[in-house]
């Protein structure tokens, strides 16, 4: 297996906290690995399950989804709905043999931009020895 | 590479005209080969285009084949290739793959009067069949076209048309009123019932959407057009163009090799499934 | 027992007094004796209907069939359809009630009950048989099954014939009807994830296996999608082989449907497809594991409808096709909803 | 055609430049499918930078653009409106940041000018899918609801009432006023409470601009900003405003006695009652849940001796309907539950008091007259020790946040008992004195110096009673040692929390609490008033603690808010909202079921949006098990054709 | 040419095969299928018939046509892909199966030619296997114009004729398996002729679904395509491609373009396998369907193999292999419909 497999990852960021939060870590001049290319969405909520299976299948380590910790919802419960969602596929990936690191949700606030630079920082960490995403990766 | 049907040959688009606007817009393609290969084709025959990427869409070819330079599409956007194509701009590189089908039979009509009559899109596979047989006037009686379509913004070939009017008749329509519109109101079979073109000695040729040729048929049959003096050309959903891959099928014909042009005495023996 | 004059005759009395535009129900298929779903329009033809362990199709999904056929005519039968209905296909009905796709009014329900038992499971069968055709199958006493080969009576063990999903089934008489017939008993599986935890306790390695091996045979035939009763979707979102086309949609629309994956039968995009379809079922799929039967593979997938299942009940208490008034399981959610996943 | 799309990549001095090699990213995507134009520059927010995209969007006749530089909260709309200036349509311009979720974060210059590359090429392919998207107008209805008619709901009805805008104001209690009206002095000048507050109470009841519903409450809010739909509950009083002459015979003749809310229990009151002398509006109020009865009538004393027959048995409660286009939050606090706090004997014995009831004491028309006097004996307390911080400040046990204005009035407490009790001693239990405000630093200073508390640095982790004293085990973490003082009084300086009513109340009105109950503010730094909810705002305590000053400021800052919506012909609503596909739509309801805004609902089994309510937040589209339904620029497509980009291309 | 091979020298002979691809039916789960072996010593008792037919070898569910990309500045390019030069042996054809790449020819081979399926084909060896007892309950071959011996489609066939195969060698490809193994190949006697013919005729004997003189069914269905029959039937049709897919005639079609990255653009073409059974497969991009129902498809596949087949090729396109109606979810049954039509003669 290539462990110097650079990760790529698609992070899914809700526009007011997770994003905001990503705004914070730069405005602090944080540093964190390249690794990771964000997509800023309006709400975790609006996060479909095929947006990671597709992430996966056009060629991602790993897929990120990050929103608003319960309760800070800018959209009032999108996160409630989006953690539903992930549940079950955080459940059913591994099920099926993909490693359960590759997929991850997290809530980072607009304010942690500390958090979200360690979120990073460790996703990368524990995707770069898994080598390769090939289960998914659609090669024609 | 010749051998293999499915590989397209590249092709540049030269000129791209807009003929029609809105939202059901036309745009004329002239394309040339790479190559620099000739693309030899009967009027009414069909060509794959690919949009690599995208797919392919069959269309028929609207140029004269006595047109050495270029092979002319008038292609309306519908789907997802031809709205690719409808994006594309000069100079752009398509593939081109066929030609395909049977063609219009011209080689039994000389000397007979023909009558072209067309609606909306479909005057671009009975435009090939014109444009032949204009250049080669002496071999054939009177020539006319009955065009029509919605409103007069959606007529192809619009300056082509007003140009044409000198060297024959040419009975425009439009489905309704507009303002400054001088001919014909209606639909395409009540032009023609108007205008009454004479069954003898005359081949009917006529393409348009299926309703169209349905009561056009109807209509030149009660001027006392026979069955074998009505031709036309049916249109289903194709993929390989070369009769396997089992789509376009209408009974045991496949328009893709059998077709499209049929005369009515032929094509009313055959299922109506297209 | 379900005696089934009951049913052929009110079936009957439904059609007489067109109450009804048409009974589907069960009736004897052309080859052995397994049964074939069968949409009955004369009364005289309610005496072709049976009950029996090889009624195994879900058919609710003809309820859906039935109404994307009416939606097309000019002037639409309104009449409700009468359907027979076992404990899945009545919980498909509750889903589609639930979902609101079809009201309570549009369906008139022949329950039946299955008899302590289930239906067969024809490889099973087949495997048992070595071969040979089983002239009648039907349910024995205590939740056995009678087969009838060669005129010869044999009596299989539920355990030995019935189908997975009858053995992993709680639901064995239905939940929503309107007539009723036979007893309730209620039964309590053993082990109904049993499958699904063994596959489990596999290391990730050997599931990656497995289901590389299952998926490695899809030949997308979609036969999977085509027999559930839920994937009523006017045009799939994986991959459409039927678009939702009308005259007035514009070629920009057209252009604009993503292809989320390729048609063709790469692994990759078979995953995809298959997951993609677990995770729309989830909370939906009321396991009539007809995917899994029709597959012309023999791929697991109510192994992974399954799953979620299981999942839906074990994180959030969810059991589908219940309650057509509650909620669906994905568009409502619990303050206490397990977070402990996410970093 | 295809879209004609110019990419404008910005230095931003070096803070992009830096990291990433500016020249690639426009060089890589001017060779870009579909780009018409690519170039960088040293500051594009600058005159000129706007300028040359002014130009170029006129020359090259593009129409779309890309500007990769910062963050799209900072500088979206600039380029936006510079955009339109040049004649495209604001939704035909994005952003691409990358500063700060690239230039700033990485050091490798090579990876980080690949990733901003990839970055702005993402969004030129979202960019080809965005459509040109008008505002939505919605109508306005001029007249505004306030919740609430403490301080920051008077306020804030002054402020709109005064700027010619009608106010519905609703108080659930008998009368307005809210807490500041139990105060006895306020901090830092020690003006009397009532006496600055009761002019201000006189004028909203009496300002014709303002509607003022009492003893009622907000039972449903529909509708959207500019136009809600407010359904009010009004309680029966039992008592007619207009014929109470206030002579108080009713009560003199109830022969119910219950702890009286104003004075926090300290005294009782009958259970018809005026709440306070001043309370407006001025009338009695019959408890009906103190009452032995009204129907059938069990007791009817009051009835019998009121002379102008002000009692009215009948009367029902009336639901009234009202039209207003903002709301204004103001519901304020209630103290932390006493129940919460037993280690400090807080409900168990009666001479620890919390610092409402210790105001009641303060107060010239408290129970006991302005005299500070121990509620078990009325013996004047000589030791009395104040703990701040009571429930606030404690993660683990209690309430994680600061009340932030305890150390202020536990200062005014000890000052204004020393000024009562010449030779009595105060001490002051404190984990650090946040004294931030005008002039704050120097009351507590003088609290210390002049009047000679005792401040002792450190928490109370005990109080109990022994021989009729209140033993308080502390620590002075100063000292390092361990504290006992034996008190007459303990007062705490309780926590404040959100008012009992907030939680039902944000769902009604479907605004965000955040974790500790307030009132979720839009944005905590740039929205402080404003809720998530568009046209609903913010005011006072229901948002935050805070101190009288900052509640009035904010009240004010409320008002103009809401006049700022009022004021316009129509509204203008994000044109960035959920459409529904409906041909594929299936009429499932899921949408509607998830949607947190009550935007969609079911016409003839299709989903439909209604455009004023959606707030494009996307939960229904990810929902949707079919596509049949997603946000405007922000489809499916478009996410798709982003992650083709960021995964396909092996570069 | 006519040869013995003794079972146990089968696998010695497919030993001197290693320049091919060998292929030959191995279970999976309850079924069958043909699978690349690399060692081969007997063709197994209990082996019915695979499930995908011989087909998937010559007309493989995913076929690459050509590779396309455009990077920038160079234009766009095809580079196209033919399948592997790679001979192929498949061991335990049956009939039905060889006779399906026999019809298929007739399409692919004639007017533009197929150059992927010619290739795949000229490569194929087909090793068949005579039907004795028969595969299915649901066989007919014999009323398609095949039979449980059919050689139709093979270079070799064997018969179980006990100990040993009877080896039946029709082609020149067949010989030269053959020789390749030459030492393991005897002469038949006499009895070994015998036991082979009463076999076939046993074999014959033994079928229990036969289409009532299908070859006259063209006539028949010619003046059915209005018929209520194909509602009724088709109620019941799922629309999935079961029955055609493994078919082993059926071979329609579908080609797409797929991206291997959309910027810069790279891309295969593929065909893969369609079915007639599908609703968008005849769909026009305008929302057109010459086909739109259950009705008209299941008619289109009936049609097509005993009807327009039959008029353009004089065959039927039908081996007789009973997938379709053994493999049917809810059981509709090709050969029940066709008997049922005989009524409507005249």
């Given at each position: 297996?290539?462990?110097?497999?650079?990760?790529?990852?698609?992070?899914?960021?809700?526009?007011?906290?997770?994003?905001?939060?990503?705004?914070?870590?730069?405005?602090?001049?944080?540093?964190?690995?390249?690794?990771?290319?964000?997509?800023?969405?309006?709400?975790?909520?609006?996060?479909s399950?095929?947006?990671?299976?597709?992430?996966?299948?056009?060629?991602?380590?790993?897929?990120?989804?990050?929103?608003?910790h319960?309760?800070?919802?800018?959209?009032?419960?999108?996160?409630?709905?989006?953690?539903?969602?992930?549940?079950?596929?955080?459940?059913?990936?591994?099920?099926?043999?993909?490693e359960?690191?590759?997929?991850?949700?997290?809530?980072?606030?607009?304010?942690?931009?500390v958090?979200?630079?360690?979120?990073?920082?460790?996703?990368?960490?524990?995707?770069?020895?898994?080598?390769?995403?090939?289960?998914?990766?659609?090669?024609? | 590479?010749?051998?293999?049907?499915?590989?397209?040959?590249?092709?540049?688009?030269?000129?791209?005209?807009?003929?029609?606007?809105?939202?059901?817009?036309?745009?004329?393609f002239?394309?040339?080969?790479?190559?620099?290969?000739?693309?030899?084709?009967?009027?009414g025959?069909?060509?794959?285009?690919?949009?690599?990427?995208?797919?392919?869409?069959?269309?028929?070819?609207?140029?004269?084949?006595?047109?050495?330079?270029?092979?002319?599409?008038?292609?309306?956007?519908?789907?997802?290739v031809?709205?690719?194509?409808?994006?594309?701009?000069?100079?752009?590189?398509?593939?081109?793959?066929?030609?395909?089908?049977?063609?219009?039979?011209?080689?039994?009509?000389?000397?007979?009067?023909?009558?072209?009559?067309?609606?909306?899109?479909?005057?671009?596979?009975?435009?090939?069949?014109?444009?032949?047989?204009?250049?080669?006037?002496?071999?054939?009686?009177?020539?006319?076209?009955?065009?029509?379509?919605?409103?007069?913004?959606?007529?192809?070939?619009?300056?082509?048309?007003?140009?044409?009017?000198d060297?024959?008749?040419?009975?425009?329509?439009?489905?309704?009123?507009?303002?400054?519109?001088t001919?014909?109101?209606?639909?395409?079979?009540?032009?023609?019932?108007?205008?009454?073109?004479?069954?003898?000695?005359?081949?009917?040729i006529?393409?348009?959407?299926?309703?169209?040729?349905?009561?056009?048929?109807?209509?030149?049959?009660?001027?006392?057009?026979?069955?074998?003096?009505?031709?036309?050309?049916?249109?289903?959903?194709?993929?390989?163009?070369?009769?396997?891959?089992?789509?376009?099928?209408?009974?045991?014909?496949?328009?893709?090799?059998?077709?499209?042009?049929?005369?009515?005495?032929?094509?009313?023996?055959?299922?109506?499934?297209? | 027992?379900?005696?089934?004059?009951?049913?052929?005759?009110?079936?009957?009395?439904?059609?007489?007094?067109?109450?009804?535009?048409?009974?589907?129900?069960?009736?004897?298929?052309?080859?052995?004796?397994?049964?074939?779903?069968?949409?009955?329009?004369?009364?005289?033809?309610?005496?072709?209907?049976?009950?029996?362990?090889?009624?195994?199709?879900?058919?609710?999904?003809f309820?859906?069939?039935?109404?994307?056929?009416?939606?097309?005519?000019?002037?639409?039968?309104?009449?409700?359809?009468?359907?027979?209905?076992?404990?899945?296909?009545?919980?498909?009905?509750?889903?589609l009630?639930?979902?609101?796709?079809?009201?309570?009014?549009?369906?008139?329900?022949?329950?039946?009950?299955?008899?302590?038992?289930?239906?067969?499971?024809?490889?099973?069968?087949?495997?048992?048989?070595?071969?040979?055709?089983?002239?009648?199958?039907?349910?024995?006493?205590?939740g056995?099954?009678?087969?009838?080969?060669?005129?010869?009576?044999?009596?299989f063990?539920?355990?030995?014939?019935?189908?997975?999903?009858?053995?992993?089934?709680?639901?064995?008489?239905?939940?929503?009807?309107?007539?009723?017939?036979?007893?309730?008993?209620?039964?309590?599986?053993?082990?109904?994830?049993?499958?699904?935890?063994?596959?489990?306790?596999?290391?990730?390695?050997?599931?990656?296996?497995?289901?590389?091996?299952?998926?490695?045979?899809?030949?997308?035939?979609?036969?999977?999608?085509?027999?559930?009763?839920?994937?009523?979707?006017?045009?799939?979102?994986?991959?459409?082989?039927?678009?939702?086309?009308?005259?007035?949609?514009?070629?920009?629309?057209?252009?604009?449907?993503?292809?989320?994956?390729?048609?063709?039968?790469?692994?990759?995009?078979?995953f995809?497809?298959?997951?993609?379809?677990?995770?729309?079922?989830?909370?939906?799929?009321?396991?009539?594991?007809?995917?899994?039967?029709?597959?012309?593979?023999?791929?697991?997938?109510?192994?992974?409808?399954?799953?979620?299942?299981?999942?839906?009940?074990?994180?959030?208490?969810?059991?589908?096709?219940?309650?057509?008034?509650?909620?669906?399981?994905?568009?409502?959610?619990?303050?206490?909803?397990?977070?402990?996943?996410?970093? | 055609?295809?879209?004609?799309?110019?990419?404008?990549?910005?230095?931003?001095?070096?803070?992009?430049?830096?990291?990433?090699?500016?020249?690639?990213?426009?060089?890589?995507?001017?060779?870009?499918?579909?780009?018409?134009?690519?170039?960088?520059?040293?500051?594009?927010?600058?005159?000129?930078?706007?300028?040359?995209?002014?130009?170029?969007?006129?020359?090259?006749?593009?129409?779309?653009?890309?500007?990769?530089?910062?963050?799209?909260?900072?500088?979206?709309?600039?380029?936006?409106?510079?955009?339109q200036?040049?004649?495209?349509?604001?939704?035909?311009?994005?952003?691409?940041?990358?500063?700060?979720?690239?230039?700033?974060?990485?050091?490798?210059?090579?990876?980080?000018?690949?990733?901003?590359?990839?970055?702005?090429?993402?969004?030129?392919?979202?960019?080809?899918?965005?459509?040109?998207?008008?505002?939505?107008?919605v109508?306005?209805?001029?007249?505004?609801?306030?919740?609430?008619?403490?301080?920051?709901?008077?306020?804030?009805?002054?402020?709109?009432?005064?700027?010619?805008?009608?106010?519905?104001?609703?108080?659930?209690?008998?009368?307005?006023?809210?807490?500041?009206?139990?105060?006895?002095?306020?901090?830092?000048?020690?003006?009397?409470?009532?006496?600055?507050?009761?002019?201000?109470?006189?004028?909203?009841?009496?300002?014709?601009?303002?509607?003022?519903?009492?003893?009622?409450e907000?039972?449903?809010?529909?509708?959207?900003?500019?136009?809600?739909?407010?359904?009010?509950?009004?309680?029966?009083?039992?008592?007619?405003?207009?014929?109470?002459?206030?002579?108080?015979?009713?009560?003199q003749?109830?022969?119910?006695?219950?702890?009286?809310?104003?004075?926090?229990?300290?005294?009782?009151?009958?259970?018809?009652?005026?709440?306070?002398?001043?309370?407006?509006?001025?009338?009695?109020?019959?408890?009906?849940?103190?009452?032995?009865?009204?129907?059938?009538?069990?007791?009817?004393?009051?009835?019998?001796?009121?002379?102008?027959?002000?009692?009215?048995?009948?009367?029902?409660?009336e639901?009234?309907?009202?039209?207003?286009?903002?709301v204004?939050?103001?519901?304020?606090?209630?103290?932390?539950?006493?129940?919460?706090?037993?280690?400090?004997?807080?409900?168990?014995?009666?001479?620890?008091?919390?610092?409402?009831?210790f105001?009641?004491?303060?107060?010239?028309?408290?129970?006991?007259?302005?005299?500070?006097?121990?509620?078990?004996?009325?013996?004047?307390?000589?030791?009395?020790?104040?703990?701040?911080?009571?429930?606030?400040?404690?993660?683990?046990?209690?309430?994680?946040?600061c009340s932030?204005?305890?150390?202020?009035?536990?200062?005014?407490?000890?000052?204004?008992?020393?000024?009562?009790?010449?030779?009595?001693?105060?001490?002051?239990?404190?984990?650090?004195?946040?004294?931030?405000?005008?002039?704050?630093?120097?009351f507590?200073?003088?609290?210390?110096?002049?009047?000679?508390?005792?401040?002792?640095?450190?928490?109370?982790?005990?109080?109990?009673?022994?021989?009729?004293?209140?033993?308080?085990w502390?620590?002075?973490t100063?000292?390092?040692?361990?504290?006992?003082?034996?008190?007459?009084?303990?007062?705490?300086?309780?926590?404040?929390?959100?008012?009992?009513?907030?939680?039902k109340?944000?769902?009604?009105?479907?605004?965000?609490?955040?974790?500790?109950?307030?009132?979720?503010?839009?944005h905590?730094?740039?929205?402080?008033?404003?809720?998530?909810?568009?046209?609903?705002?913010?005011?006072?305590?229901?948002?935050?603690?805070?101190?009288?000053?900052?509640?009035?400021?904010?009240?004010?800052?409320?008002?103009?808010?809401?006049?700022?919506?009022?004021?316009?012909?129509?509204?203008?609503?994000?044109?960035?909202?959920?459409?529904?596909?409906?041909?594929?739509?299936?009429?499932?309801?899921?949408?509607?079921?998830?949607?947190?805004?009550?935007?969609?609902?079911?016409?003839?089994?299709?989903?439909?949006?209604?455009?004023?309510?959606?707030?494009?937040?996307?939960?229904?589209?990810a929902?949707?098990?079919?596509?049949?339904?997603?946000?405007?620029?922000?489809?499916?497509?478009?996410i798709?054709?982003?992650?083709?980009?960021?995964?396909?291309?092996?570069? | 040419?006519?040869k013995?091979?003794?079972?146990?020298?089968?696998?010695?002979?497919?030993?001197?095969?290693?320049?091919?691809?060998?292929?030959?039916?191995t279970?999976?789960?309850?079924?069958?299928?043909?699978?690349?072996?690399?060692?081969?010593?007997?063709?197994?008792?209990?082996?019915?018939?695979?499930?995908?037919?011989?087909?998937?070898?010559?007309?493989?569910?995913r076929?690459?046509?050509?590779?396309?990309?455009?990077?920038?500045?160079?234009?766009?390019?095809?580079?196209?892909?033919?399948?592997?030069e790679?001979?192929?042996?498949?061991?335990?054809?049956?009939?039905?199966?060889?006779?399906?790449?026999?019809?298929?020819?007739?399409?692919f081979?004639?007017?533009?030619?197929?150059?992927?399926?010619?290739?795949?084909?000229?490569?194929?060896?087909?090793?068949?296997?005579?039907?004795?007892?028969?595969?299915?309950?649901?066989?007919?071959?014999?009323?398609?114009?095949g039979?449980?011996?059919?050689?139709?489609?093979?270079?070799?066939?064997?018969?179980?004729?006990?100990?040993?195969?009877?080896?039946?060698?029709?082609?020149?490809?067949?010989?030269?398996?053959?020789?390749?193994?030459?030492?393991f190949?005897?002469?038949?006697?006499?009895?070994d002729?015998?036991?082979?013919?009463?076999?076939?005729?046993?074999?014959?004997?033994?079928?229990?679904?036969?289409i009532?003189?299908?070859?006259?069914?063209?006539?028949?269905?010619?003046?059915?395509?209005?018929?209520?029959?194909?509602?009724?039937?088709?109620?019941?049709?799922?629309?999935?491609?079961i029955?055609?897919?493994?078919?082993?005639?059926?071979?329609?079609?579908?080609?797409?373009?797929?991206?291997?990255?959309?910027?810069?653009?790279?891309?295969?073409?593929?065909?893969?396998?369609?079915?007639?059974?599908?609703?968008?497969?005849?769909?026009?991009?305008?929302?057109?369907?010459?086909?739109?129902?259950?009705?008209?498809?299941?008619?289109?596949?009936?049609?097509?193999?005993?009807?327009?087949?039959?008029?353009?090729y004089?065959?039927?396109?039908?081996?007789?292999?009973g997938?379709?109606?053994?493999?049917?979810?809810?059981?509709?049954?090709?050969?029940?419909?066709?008997?049922?039509?005989?009524?409507?003669?005249?």
């Amino acid at each position: 297996m290539n462990k110097d497999h650079e990760p790529r990852i698609v992070a899914f960021l809700c526009k007011w906290c997770s994003s905001a939060g990503s705004d914070m870590a730069g405005v602090s001049r944080l540093e964190y690995p390249p690794n990771v290319i964000p997509i800023t969405v309006m709400c975790s909520g609006s996060v479909s399950p095929i947006y990671i299976l597709s992430a996966f299948n056009l060629g991602a380590d790993g897929v990120l989804v990050s929103g608003c910790h319960p309760g800070d919802c800018h959209y009032i419960k999108g996160n409630m709905y989006a953690r539903r969602r992930m549940a079950l596929l955080k459940e059913l990936l591994p099920y099926l043999g993909l490693e359960p690191e590759r997929f991850q949700m997290s809530w980072v606030s607009a304010a942690e931009g500390v958090k979200f630079t360690q979120i990073i920082k460790d996703f990368v960490a524990q995707l770069k020895p898994l080598g390769p995403q090939t289960y998914l990766r659609r090669s024609l | 590479m010749k051998d293999n049907p499915y590989l397209p040959q590249l092709a540049r688009i030269v000129t791209i005209k807009e003929e029609v606007g809105g939202s059901r817009p036309i745009k004329s393609f002239r394309m040339q080969l790479l190559n620099g290969h000739r693309f030899d084709f009967k009027c009414g025959q069909c060509a794959m285009i690919s949009v690599l990427g995208k797919g392919e869409s069959m269309i028929s070819i609207s140029s004269s084949p006595l047109e050495r330079d270029y092979l002319q599409f008038s292609v309306l956007k519908m789907g997802r290739v031809t709205s690719a194509l409808h994006e594309m701009e000069q100079g752009s590189i398509v593939g081109l793959r066929g030609p395909y089908g049977n063609g219009f039979p011209l080689e039994q009509w000389t000397g007979k009067n023909l009558i072209f009559i067309g609606g909306g899109i479909g005057l671009a596979p009975i435009w090939s069949v014109l444009q032949t047989a204009l250049r080669q006037q002496n071999d054939y009686g009177q020539l006319s076209l009955f065009y029509g379509a919605r409103t007069s913004s959606d007529l192809v070939f619009k300056d082509e048309l007003r140009k044409l009017k000198d060297t024959l008749p040419v009975y425009l329509s439009i489905d309704v009123e507009e303002p400054g519109w001088t001919e014909f109101v209606g639909f395409v079979p009540q032009n023609v019932a108007d205008k009454k073109p004479s069954p003898d000695n005359a081949i009917a040729i006529t393409c348009g959407p299926p309703i169209m040729i349905k009561f056009v048929i109807k209509t030149i049959q009660e001027l006392g057009f026979q069955d074998n003096q009505i031709y036309t050309t049916v249109e289903n959903k194709m993929k390989c163009g070369i009769g396997k891959c089992g789509r376009c099928n209408i009974g045991p014909h496949y328009i893709c090799k059998d077709g499209p042009v049929y005369s009515w005495a032929k094509l009313k023996t055959l299922p109506q499934e297209y | 027992m379900v005696k089934i004059s009951d049913v052929r005759q009110e079936a009957k009395r439904l059609l007489e007094k067109g109450k009804v535009r048409g009974v589907v129900g069960y009736v004897p298929g052309t080859r052995g004796g397994w049964a074939i779903p069968y949409l009955i329009q004369e009364a005289e033809r309610a005496e072709q209907l049976v009950w029996d362990p090889t009624c195994v199709h879900n058919l609710a999904l003809f309820v859906v069939e039935e109404k994307k056929e009416q939606a097309k005519q000019k002037e639409p039968d309104k009449r409700p359809l009468a359907v027979m209905v076992k404990g899945c296909d009545s919980r498909a009905i509750n889903v589609l009630l639930q979902e609101k796709f079809i009201n309570r009014e549009e369906v008139v329900l022949l329950g039946v009950s299955c008899e302590n038992s289930g239906v067969v499971d024809r490889r099973k069968i087949t495997h048992l048989l070595h071969g040979q055709q089983a002239g009648e199958i039907r349910f024995g006493d205590n939740g056995n099954i009678v087969v009838v080969v060669n005129s010869e009576r044999r009596i299989f063990d539920p355990q030995e014939v019935l189908a997975d999903r009858c053995l992993e089934c709680q639901y064995n008489f239905p939940v929503v009807f309107d007539y009723f017939y036979g007893e309730k008993i209620k039964k309590t599986p053993p082990a109904p994830y049993a499958q699904v935890e063994k596959l489990e306790s596999f290391s990730l390695e050997k599931r990656r296996q497995f289901w590389e091996e299952e998926m490695a045979r899809c030949l997308r035939c979609y036969a999977c999608r085509s027999v559930c009763p839920m994937c009523y979707c006017a045009e799939c979102v994986v991959d459409p082989i039927s678009f939702a086309v009308e005259p007035t949609t514009t070629a920009e629309e057209k252009a604009k449907k993503i292809k989320w994956i390729e048609k063709s039968p790469l692994l990759s995009e078979n995953f995809v497809y298959h997951l993609v379809r677990a995770i729309h079922l989830a909370g939906r799929c009321v396991d009539c594991g007809e995917c899994e039967r029709v597959c012309p593979e023999g791929i697991s997938i109510r192994l992974l409808n399954k799953k979620l299942e299981r999942e839906a009940l074990r994180l959030f208490n969810y059991v589908a096709g219940t309650d057509s008034q509650a909620p669906s399981l994905l568009s409502t959610f619990q303050e206490t909803d397990p977070e402990d996943f996410i970093w | 055609m295809r879209k004609k799309i110019g990419v404008f990549v910005c230095h931003c001095g070096i803070n992009i430049a830096g990291t990433v090699d500016v020249k690639t990213v426009a060089k890589e995507l001017s060779q870009y499918p579909g780009i018409e134009y690519a170039v960088d520059y040293v500051y594009m927010c600058s005159d000129p930078g706007q300028n040359m995209i002014i130009e170029k969007i006129m020359e090259k006749k593009l129409d779309g653009v890309v500007v990769a530089c910062c963050s799209p909260n900072l500088h979206e709309s600039t380029f936006r409106r510079a955009a339109q200036s040049a004649g495209l349509n604001p939704f035909e311009c994005e952003i691409a940041n990358i500063r700060e979720q690239c230039s700033w974060v990485h050091k490798d210059k090579e990876k980080a000018t690949e990733k901003a590359i990839k970055i702005t090429e993402g969004v030129v392919e979202k960019i080809r899918w965005n459509e040109r998207l008008q505002p939505i107008k919605v109508p306005v209805t001029k007249r505004a609801l306030i919740i609430g008619g403490g301080i920051a709901g008077i306020q804030t009805a002054l402020d709109l009432a005064n700027s010619d805008i009608e106010v519905v104001l609703v108080e659930k209690n008998p009368s307005i006023g809210g807490h500041m009206i139990q105060l006895s002095e306020t901090f830092p000048t020690l003006d009397c409470s009532q006496c600055i507050l009761t002019p201000k109470m006189v004028e909203v009841s009496k300002h014709p601009k303002v509607k003022l519903y009492t003893y009622s409450e907000v039972q449903e809010v529909s509708g959207y900003v500019g136009n809600f739909q407010a359904k009010i509950l009004q309680k029966p009083r039992y008592v007619d405003p207009d014929k109470c002459t206030l002579c108080d015979e009713c009560s003199q003749v109830c022969p119910v006695v219950v702890p009286n809310e104003f004075d926090l229990g300290l005294t009782g009151r009958k259970a018809v009652y005026i709440p306070f002398p001043q309370a407006i509006p001025a009338t009695y109020t019959l408890d009906i849940e103190a009452c032995p009865g009204v129907l059938p009538i069990a007791c009817g004393k009051c009835w019998d001796v009121c002379e102008p027959k002000a009692i009215n048995f009948d009367m029902q409660p009336e639901v009234i309907e009202e039209k207003v286009g903002a709301v204004v939050v103001a519901t304020g606090y209630d103290l932390y539950d006493k129940k919460n706090m037993a280690e400090y004997g807080y409900g168990k014995y009666p001479d620890v008091l919390d610092g409402l009831q210790f105001e009641r004491l303060l107060s010239a028309s408290g129970p006991t007259r302005g005299k500070i006097l121990r509620p078990s004996d009325h013996m004047e307390p000589k030791e009395i020790v104040f703990i701040q911080c009571a429930g606030s400040r404690d993660p683990e046990l209690h309430n994680k946040y600061c009340s932030r204005i305890c150390c202020m009035y536990t200062a005014k407490h000890a000052k204004l008992y020393k000024h009562h009790v010449h030779d009595g001693q105060a001490y002051v239990f404190y984990i650090d004195i946040r004294a931030g405000g005008k002039g704050y630093e120097e009351f507590v200073n003088r609290s210390m110096e002049e009047e000679g508390v005792l401040y002792l640095r450190g928490k109370v982790s005990k109080v109990f009673e022994e021989n009729g004293k209140l033993v308080v085990w502390g620590v002075d973490t100063l000292a390092g040692q361990d504290i006992e003082i034996r008190a007459d009084m303990v007062v705490l300086a309780m926590a404040i929390r959100p008012s009992s009513g907030a939680e039902k109340l944000a769902k009604l009105l479907k605004v965000a609490q955040d974790s500790d109950g307030f009132f979720a503010e839009a944005h905590p730094k740039l929205r402080p008033v404003e809720s998530l909810t568009a046209g609903v705002f913010l005011a006072g305590v229901a948002q935050a603690p805070k101190d009288i000053p900052d509640t009035v400021s904010q009240a004010g800052g409320a008002a103009i808010k809401v006049v700022s919506i009022l004021s316009q012909p129509e509204l203008l609503h994000s044109p960035l909202v959920a459409r529904v596909n409906k041909s594929l739509c299936t009429g499932c309801g899921m949408c509607v079921e998830v949607c947190p805004f009550s935007a969609i609902s079911l016409h003839e089994d299709k989903a439909e949006v209604n455009e004023v309510l959606c707030e494009g937040c996307g939960t229904c589209a990810a929902t949707c098990l079919r596509a049949a339904i997603e946000v405007k620029n922000l489809t499916h497509l478009q996410i798709y054709d982003m992650l083709g980009v960021y995964l396909g291309g092996l570069r | 040419m006519e040869k013995i091979l003794k079972k146990s020298d089968l696998g010695k002979w497919v030993g001197k095969l290693s320049a091919f691809d060998c292929y030959a039916p191995t279970k999976e789960n309850d079924h069958w299928e043909f699978n690349q072996v690399t060692y081969l010593d007997s063709l197994p008792e209990d082996y019915t018939q695979v499930n995908v037919p011989l087909k998937k070898v010559v007309l493989p569910n995913r076929e690459v046509l050509f590779n396309f990309e455009d990077n920038r500045n160079g234009g766009p390019h095809i580079q196209e892909v033919l399948p592997e030069e790679k001979e192929v042996v498949v061991f335990g054809v049956r009939g039905c199966d060889a006779r399906g790449v026999a019809l298929l020819s007739k399409i692919f081979s004639e007017s533009s030619p197929d150059i992927y399926f010619e290739r795949r084909k000229n490569q194929l060896y087909v090793v068949g296997l005579s039907c004795y007892p028969l595969p299915g309950d649901n066989c007919f071959c014999l009323s398609v114009g095949g039979g449980p011996f059919s050689t139709q489609g093979m270079d070799i066939l064997l018969s179980d004729i006990g100990r040993k195969y009877f080896v039946e060698v029709l082609t020149p490809k067949g010989e030269k398996l053959v020789e390749l193994g030459w030492e393991f190949f005897a002469e038949p006697n006499d009895q070994d002729r015998q036991d082979r013919l009463r076999r076939e005729k046993k074999a014959q004997e033994m079928f229990n679904l036969e289409i009532h003189e299908a070859e006259k069914k063209a006539g028949v269905l010619h003046h059915l395509f209005e018929d209520k029959i194909w509602k009724t039937e088709s109620f019941r049709c799922l629309k999935c491609g079961i029955c055609t897919y493994l078919c082993p005639t059926c071979h329609c079609f579908d080609i797409a373009d797929e991206l291997a990255s959309p910027v810069p653009l790279q891309g295969k073409r593929v065909r893969v396998w369609d079915t007639c059974q599908f609703p968008d497969f005849t769909m026009h991009s305008s929302g057109h369907n010459p086909r739109p129902d259950k009705s008209s498809r299941l008619r289109q596949r009936i049609m097509h193999k005993f009807l327009y087949f039959v008029e353009t090729y004089g065959e039927i396109m039908c081996t007789g292999c009973g997938r379709c109606v053994s493999k049917c979810p809810v059981g509709i049954d090709i050969v029940n419909i066709l008997n049922r039509v005989e009524s409507h003669e005249g």
